[in-house]
C-alpha cells in the first residue's frame, strides 16, 4: 500500500467516525449512520477525484474503502454510548480527520503534477468538504465555518507545508509534516483557542 | 427504448412531480418550480454519471428528460390545489421515485461491470441524492434521514436483491424485482411501521 | 483574453466579492471568506465543466481565478464595514455576478456544440449553483429561490436570448445580449417588483 493510499484509507475510516457521530446526534437507524458515514468519508476525497478527473474514483475503483467506513459506522453504532461527550469525541475526531485528508488531497494533486494553487485548494477541500456534506446534510452547523476557530487556515497551512518541504525531501516527509502542520493548528485552536481575528463590522466613516 | 433509459424516464418524472410539490410549499413561480423539478430530477443520476465517468451524462445525451422533468412542473403548479394533503402526495411519489431510481442506479453500474459494493453504492446513491438535493436546497428536513423510517435501507435492500436476481436471471427480471423489494420496504415502513432500531444513548457504563 | 475567459473572470470576480459579504454577516476570519468566495465563485462554473466533461476544470487550468477570488476576498474583509447596507451590496453584486454566469456558462454550452435545451441548462446552472452553495453552506435562505422575484426567469430568459441571438449574430454580440437581459429581468424585480405569479394553494374542489 502507498503512503497516499494509507493516507485515504485513514482519511475515510476517521470521517467515518464522524459521520457516525452526527447520526448518532440525530438517532438515525444503522443503515442511516453507514449513509452518513460513506457521505462523510468519501465526500471530499470523490470531489477532489472528479475535479482532478482522476479515473476512477478513489472508491470505485478499490470498494474496500467502503467496506472500512461501513465497518466505523457499525463501531459507533454500538459503542458511542460509552463516550462521555459526544460532541467532543466528534471534535477532535474531525481534527484527527482533517489533518489525514488534507495530506491526501494535497498528495494526489502533486503527484499530477498540479500548480501551488491547485494543490492549495485541493488540500483544502479534500480536507473540508466531507465534514461539510456531513453537517449541510444533517442540519449541523458546520464545524469548518464555526467562527473563532481555525480550522481551513489549519488545511490551508498544512498543504503550503507540504508544497515547501516538498521542495527539500520526498513526499514521505513532506506529507506527514503536512498532517502534523494540520492538526497541531486545529488542536492549538481547540485547546488554546488560537484564532485569527475575526472580521466585525464597524459603524460607517461620517 | 431500453429498460435502463425507461428507468430513467421514470425516475425522471416521478422526481421531477416531488420537487414541483416541495416548490409548491415554498410558494415558488412556475421557473423555481421547473428548476427544483430538474434539479430533483437528474441529482442522483448526475451524480451517479459523473462518478461513474459515463459520458456524456444522460439528460445531456437525451435532452427529452429536461423536457419531461419542466412538464411534470407544470403539471403539479397547474393542479397540485386539487390534492387535498400534498405532504401525503409528496411522501407516496418520492417512494415511487426511489423505487425507480435505485435500479436505474443499480442496472448502470451492474452493466459497467463494477463489483457488488459499487453496485450498491450507486443503486442508493441515485435513489436518495436527488431527493436529498431537493430537501436541502428547500431548507425541508430531508426524508431521506427521517428518523425511524425505512429510506436508505429500503434502497439498499431492492440494490441487494437485484444483485442476487442478475445471478439467476436476466436483468428484464432483476430490475424490477430491486424495484419492487424497494417499494415494499418503503411502503411498509409509512403504512405499517416497519423499522430498525435507532440508535439511543443510553448513560456510559460506571 | 477570449469573451468566454473574460466573461469567467468577472463571474469568479463578482460572485468571490458576495461570497466573502455572505461570510462577513457570519463573522468569519479572512481564510474563511477567500473559502466561502472561492466556492461561490468556482461552484457554478465547475458544475458545467464536469457536467460537461470539459477537462480541466476552468480553475485547474489557469489558477489566476482563483487568486483573482482571494484578492476580491480580502478586498471585502478589509472594506465592508464602508457599506451602509451590506444586505443590499450583497443582492446587486449578486444580480450582477448572475448576469456574467449565465453567458459564461450559455456560451460554453454553445460553443461544445450542444442543444437548445443543454444550452438553457448550462447557463441557468453555472449562474445559479454558486450562489446556491454559497447560501446552503453558510444557512442563509437561497436567493435563487426567494418568494416573489425573478432569479431563475433571469437567467433562463437570459440564456434563451443568448440562443436567439446566436442565430443572426455573432458570440460577440449573443453573449452581451444575454448578459443585459439577465441583468435588466433580475435588477427590475428587485427595483420595481416584476414577479410572476407564484402557487397559492386553493382549497380543493368540492
Not at 494535497?106 to 491547485?118: F, I, Q, R, S
Not at 514521505?172 to 466585525?200: D, I, K, N
Amino acid at each position: 500500500m502507498t503512503l497516499l493510499e494509507l493516507l485515504d484509507y485513514a482519511s475515510v475510516i476517521v470521517f467515518a467516525l464522524t459521520g457516525a457521530l452526527v447520526a448518532s446526534r440525530a438517532q438515525l437507524d444503522i443503515v442511516g449512520f453507514a449513509f452518513v458515514a460513506a457521505l462523510t468519508a468519501t465526500g471530499g476525497g470523490t470531489v477532489r477525484d472528479v475535479i482532478l478527473d482522476r479515473n476512477p474514483v478513489f472508491w470505485v475503483a478499490e470498494p474496500g474503502f467502503i467496506l472500512a467506513a461501513v465497518a466505523a459506522a457499525a463501531l459507533v453504532f454500538f459503542t458511542a454510548h460509552l463516550f462521555e461527550s459526544r460532541l467532543k469525541l466528534l471534535t477532535w475526531l474531525d481534527a484527527l480527520a482533517l489533518a489525514v485528508a488534507v495530506p491526501a488531497g494535497t498528495g494526489v494533486a502533486m503527484a499530477l503534477g498540479h500548480g501551488a494553487a491547485v494543490v492549495l485548494l485541493m488540500g483544502v477541500a479534500t480536507g473540508c468538504l466531507g465534514g461539510l456534506m456531513r453537517d449541510v446534510v444533517c442540519n449541523e452547523v458546520p464545524l469548518v465555518l464555526k467562527q473563532g476557530e481555525l480550522y481551513v487556515t489549519a488545511a490551508l497551512a498544512g498543504a503550503a507545508a507540504a508544497i515547501l518541504a516538498s521542495q527539500v525531501a520526498p513526499e514521505s516527509v513532506a506529507l506527514p509534516a503536512c498532517a502534523a502542520v494540520t492538526f497541531t493548528l486545529r488542536a492549538g485552536s481547540l485547546l488554546f483557542g488560537w484564532r485569527l481575528p475575526v472580521y466585525r463590522s464597524r459603524p460607517p466613516r461620517r
